[in-house]
């Protein structure tokens, strides 16, 4: 590399520094957060030998935000480098702990002059993934909200209404359930639920999409709350009644949340080409197929060998050898959404699978406990993916846990 560049990014501004071969300072600039900012970047790189056909590569702290994304459309290699890495690198430079922006971006365009080749560039991926992956994030941190959402109201409710956790504990969704929702809507407290007539309760649970045993499910509803149950005095019950109904109205929202994200993610999802053989795994439905897209991109240049997808999505294992002491342990270090799709994944094959289940099962014979035996699965899958999207071909169950020693999916073994 005859220059390199480095960008230490702020809210407001960003420091940028080039240096050439030689690690002298070519150029440095601070420049602003808008598109008068980003010219003032190209001229300062074209300044330096910056050409389409031999962009400068840039070094910055972040993988996100509108100038990362305005030097990935220029064609130009971006590193992301990880910010405990630069703190370790401007030790090199500067052993009494001294720091600045300016300071900072030198590292970064130094790191990539030193050692540009033990660090990757961000991938190529085509703008159909990027919009996958804003959506199916989105629709992942919704899901998150919701759990968040619904341990906040079940623990209000347990002080004061427990008919209403009852009435709901048999029901997988708990209170996600509509009905649920439906009726702590009209009746927040426990005697407004004592109070309820079976025509309104009929229509609630109703109006929530119920559509059979109706009548059975009033009645037992209708027992639940006539109960006798603890309370609170009456005007600190009122009150968390209309707690319930702001944490109810949060609730409602991450759900309605959670399933229009999903409807648009898979929507996108199924028009790209990779929809076709990511759904052809058993465990991977639309929308978990959207997520694992999202995450390890279209460009097949950012994986050239499966236990590099392994290593990325946390399922291969790390050794750690020093002398007569040998340790290997799960690996910390990951794309936690891949892993927690991953997790899903895993679990979901063993019903849609034998081969996979005859593997879990082989895993657990030899010593692995629950989470080490599905992570060791869910390894074999990630390279099974990985051939079958490299050689553009679906999964074949026979293939993929049949086949002797010296197949074509070794690489998932």
Request: glycine share 4%; charged share 25%.
């Amino acid at each position: 590399m005859h220059a390199t560049c480095g960008i230490d990014w702020a809210e407001d501004h960003h420091d940028v520094a080039v240096v050439d071969s030689d690690a002298r300072l070519l150029g440095k600039l601070r420049i602003s957060d808008d598109a008068a900012g980003f010219q003032d970047l190209l001229h300062l790189l074209t300044e330096h030998g910056d050409s389409p056909d031999d962009p400068i590569p840039v070094a910055i702290e972040t993988s996100r935000g509108l100038l990362v994304a305005c030097l990935r459309t220029s064609g130009r290699r971006v590193y992301a480098i990880n910010p405990m890495a630069v703190a370790r690198y401007r030790d090199r430079h500067a052993v009494s702990r001294k720091k600045s922006d300016h300071q900072d971006a030198v590292v970064l365009a130094n790191i990539l002059r030193t050692d540009a080749a033990l660090h990757r560039p961000l991938p190529s991926d085509s703008d159909l993934v990027k919009a996958i992956a804003v959506l199916a994030r989105a629709q992942q941190d919704a899901v998150w909200d919701r759990t968040r959402a619904h341990n906040r109201l079940r623990s209000h409710l347990r002080e004061y209404y427990p008919a209403i956790l009852e009435a709901f504990a048999d029901k997988r969704e708990r209170l996600l359930a509509r009905e649920a929702r439906a009726i702590l809507a009209i009746a927040p407290t426990p005697p407004q639920a004592a109070r309820l007539t079976r025509t309104r309760l009929r229509n609630a649970v109703t109006q929530a999409g119920r559509q059979r045993r109706i009548e059975a499910e009033t009645d037992r509803l209708l027992e639940v709350f006539r109960r006798t149950w603890l309370r609170q005095p009456s005007v600190v019950e009122k009150a968390m009644g209309r707690q319930t109904l702001a944490l109810l109205a949060q609730l409602d929202a991450a759900c309605q949340a959670c399933d229009d994200l999903a409807r648009d993610t898979e929507e996108l999802f199924l028009h790209h080409p990779d929809a076709e053989i990511i759904t052809s795994f058993p465990g991977l439905a639309t929308l978990t197929g959207a997520r694992i897209l999202a995450e390890i991109g279209d460009d097949r240049t950012r994986f050239e060998r499966a236990c590099d997808l392994k290593a990325y999505a946390g399922s291969a294992p790390v050794t750690r050898e020093s002398g007569k002491s040998r340790r290997v342990s799960h690996r910390r270090i990951k794309n936690s959404r891949l892993a927690a799709t991953g997790r899903h994944w895993a679990f979901a094959v063993l019903t849609a699978s034998p081969g996979a289940h005859a593997h879990y099962n082989r895993r657990r014979s030899t010593g692995d406990r629950y989470h080490a035996a599905l992570r060791n699965l869910f390894n074999r899958l990630l390279g099974q993916l990985h051939h079958c999207l490299t050689n553009h071909q679906k999964y074949d169950e026979a293939l993929a846990f049949n086949q002797p020693a010296r197949s074509l999916l070794t690489a998932a073994a």
